[in-house]
């Protein structure tokens, strides 16, 4: 793929940088540029760019607005104490968002695009990647994201999408340290159906998470997890976050894919697990096996992992009537998140090949 890049002419000046960068929050600060790139059935990916960041202009008719046919992905940038900068199996972001824009009827940009788009920005951008001298966990978090861009009301696949990247620094997830969650358990509300859209990272997920994520606020709790949509029984994940279970025999559990987003965190954590010699397994995994195995002492551990929390250990369950404590121990999912961490922060060996320079 071929990109033209224009710099921009008034680039964030050093002092406001650093300021942004001493605290960068999340989502809130952008870097200075952005990249385009369109597609028509006629021409195929066209007008690849890099370009300064800021508003894009918008047909009121165009379909993304009224149809929702939209797919995004979540992936972070990483400086190491070198100053190099890297990020983590970004081939798996582009694999994830052409089986994501298969099922949103969006195109296929091709994996090896997808990373060098989001190669060239960062390296376009990468005064904008925070370091980490006294130990922290700061990253440039980053946005692709594809839309239907066309100027048309009716309902079929779109014949004109953009796709974009953006990217914000990211300051540690867990200000003062990790802290367990507790989950609410929605009875009422669910994620995905059988043949749904759970298994696509798309905007209209994560609409649909709001009104049970405000009820989870209501009860007290900080997030909210979901059940299977048909028998109300099996544990799916949290609509951001994907969950896992740990046993007193040092056995992991994490919910089985189909209606669950495929998380990259949670296909590392199966590795990486494995390789600490711990037997995980993917099935289905009952709310009653929860409750009942938190009260027994037999799970131990409970906690949920995705690309801005890495992994976060997870308190007590409530529901309408009832509440299970927190269980045990936070021991093993806090091995866990340090050996990831390590790995994606340079402080230990990357051993699976995880990572990719990017400058
Ligand atoms: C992105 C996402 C996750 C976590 O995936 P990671 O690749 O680990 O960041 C989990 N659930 C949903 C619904 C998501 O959109």
Redesign the pocket.
């Known amino acids: 793929m071929e990109i033209t890049t224009t710099l921009a002419a008034n680039p964030t000046d050093d002092a406001r940088l650093a300021e942004i960068l001493s605290n960068p929050g999340f989502g809130t600060n952008f870097s200075d540029h952005m990249f385009t790139v369109e597609w028509t059935p006629a021409d195929g990916w066209h007008k690849a760019r890099i370009t300064p960041y800021g508003p894009i202009t918008l047909d009121p008719a165009a379909a993304v607005l009224h149809y929702a046919q939209e797919t995004f992905e ?1 992936m972070k940038a990483y400086r190491h104490d070198d100053g190099s900068i890297w990020s983590f199996r970004p081939e798996e972001n582009a694999k994830r968002m052409v089986r994501s824009s298969h099922r949103l009827a969006l195109p296929v940009l091709e994996p090896d695009d997808f990373v060098q788009a989001v190669t060239e920005l960062v390296k376009v951008d990468q005064r904008w990647v925070p370091g980490n001298p006294e130990g922290g966990e700061k990253s440039l978090y980053v946005r692709p994201f594809m839309f239907a861009s066309e100027k048309f009301l009716g309902v079929r696949p779109a014949e004109h999408v953009t796709f974009m990247v953006i990217t914000s620094p990211a300051g540690a997830y867990f200000k003062g340290g990790v802290k367990p969650v507790t989950l609410w358990l929605t009875e009422e509300y669910t994620r995905a159906g059988r043949g749904g859209m759970g298994a696509a ?1 798309t905007g209209g ?1 994560y609409a649909s998470s709001l009104v049970a994520q405000q009820e989870a606020y209501a009860n007290g709790c900080d997030q909210v997890v979901f059940l299977d949509a048909q028998e109300g029984r099996y544990v799916e ?1 949290l ?4 969950m896992y279970f740990v046993f007193d025999d040092g056995s992991i559990v994490t919910p089985e894919t189909g209606t669950i ?1 495929e ?4 296909s590392s954590i199966i590795e990486l697990a494995g390789k600490m010699g711990h037997h995980v397994t993917e099935r289905k995994f009952g709310i009653d096996e929860w409750r009942d195995g938190v009260s027994s002492g037999r799970i131990t551990e409970v906690f949920a ?3 801005a929390a890495v992994v976060t250990p997870v308190g007590s369950l409530k529901w309408d009537g009832g509440e299970t404590p927190a269980p045990a121990s936070t021991d093993l999912t806090m091995r866990i998140r340090q050996a990831l961490v390590d790995v994606q922060l340079g402080r230990a060996d990357d051993t699976f090949g995880w990572m990719h320079r990017i400058v």
Do not use: A, D, V
């Not at 609509?239 to 994907?242: I, K, R, V």
């Not at 998380?263 to 949670?266: C, E, P």
């Open positions: 979540g990272k997920n994940e609509g951001g976050m994907n987003l998380g990259i965190t949670r992992c995705g690309t």
